[in-house]
């Protein structure tokens, strides 16, 4: 088993930047490929971006390329967002989740962003 703990989301403005990270705990998560998801207010849940085990291919939802980057350090068993340029529409919880074959399998219990206007 994976537990995930999302941490560093918070309230900020329109333009400010936010890191998140996801802390692993009980295996290492060096094998997985990581990803990061958001749910706004009614609506689905959205794929955000994800990461290889190895940190070489990663992809993004379209609506934030260029303004926020995935990351990963193995060692610590960590994996990162970086956001810029916040947008309102960014307000979301998001998550972290850990792959397994072909479907995310371990999920975080996710961080609240709230970018205001």
């Known amino acids: 088993q994976v537990q995930l703990v999302e941490s560093g989301g918070g309230l900020v403005q329109a333009g400010d930047s936010l890191r998140l990270s996801c802390a692993a705990s009980?295996?290492?998560?060096?094998?997985?490929?990581m990803g990061w998801f958001r749910q706004a207010p009614g609506k689905e849940r959205e794929f955000v971006a994800s990461i290889t085990w190895s940190g070489s291919t990663t992809y993004y939802l379209d609506s934030v390329k260029g303004r926020f980057t995935i990351s990963r350090d193995n060692a610590k068993n960590t994996v990162y967002l970086q956001m810029n340029s916040l947008k309102p529409e960014d307000t979301a919880v998001y998550y972290c989740?850990?792959?397994?074959?072909?479907?995310?399998?371990?999920w975080g219990q996710g961080a609240q962003v709230t970018v205001s206007t």
């Open positions: 989740a850990a792959r397994a074959g072909t479907s995310y399998r371990f």
């Open positions: 009980g295996r290492t998560i060096s094998t997985y490929t």
